[in-house]
């Protein structure tokens, strides 16, 4: 048996959650793989939320390698492609961030990532945080859907049936929600301009 550390314990609990997924990541189950019983387990981690937490901040482990030499909305689009290509690489990694808050280090990391693109932009301290929870639900949502064709419904709607049969694929919807999104935040920061001088980092 490999010794019993955090990090050990952090990579198996990755492993575990990849092949069971989140509903039947347990304490009883890790300990078991780690070859242990539970109270020998809980002499390192407390209880499943501080298990989550570590599962969490190990798939976020990987900072985003950002060229701040891009204009702010491609650096935007580096990070938040970063950030899902993180998620995709383990079962169930977006429904367990969207359930955890983020407190370790290398979740604030990415979220100061963000914030400080979006500040550097131009962006005021009022608006940076929100623009950055929107970005960061946009990626979570469109991660944890799948591809679905709509059932053309009975009865008087020509529109529903119209796009019923062209389904997009999660990152279709990923890559289209965040041209959106940014041509918007691109719009606001355009309009705004003459109003407020950019932020300093």
Known sequence: MARLDIRHITDMAVELLDEVGLA???????????????PTLYWH???????????????????????DTLPWRDQLASGLRQFRQLLMAHRDAATLL?????????????????VRILLNAGFPDTEAGGIARLLAAHVLTTAQQAARTIDPPDGD???????????????QQFELGIEIILDGLEQRLTQAAPRRPASRS
């Not at 298990?51 to 390698?65: K, N």
């Not at 969207?98 to 963000?114: F, N």
């Not at 709607?157 to 990152?171: D, F, N, Q, W």
């Open 157 to 171: 709607y020509p529109s529903l049936r119209r796009v019923a049969t062209r389904p997009m694929s999660s990152e």
């Open 45 to 67: 981690v407390k209880n499943k939320a501080e298990l989550l937490d570590l599962v969490a901040e190990a798939i976020c482990a990987d900072a985003f390698d950002i060229d």
């Open 24 to 38: 039947d990541l347990s304490t009883r189950r890790l300990a078991a793989k780690l070859g242990v019983q539970s």
């Open 98 to 114: 969207t359930q955890r808050p983020p407190i370790g280090p290398h979740r604030l990391g990415h979220i100061e990532t963000t």
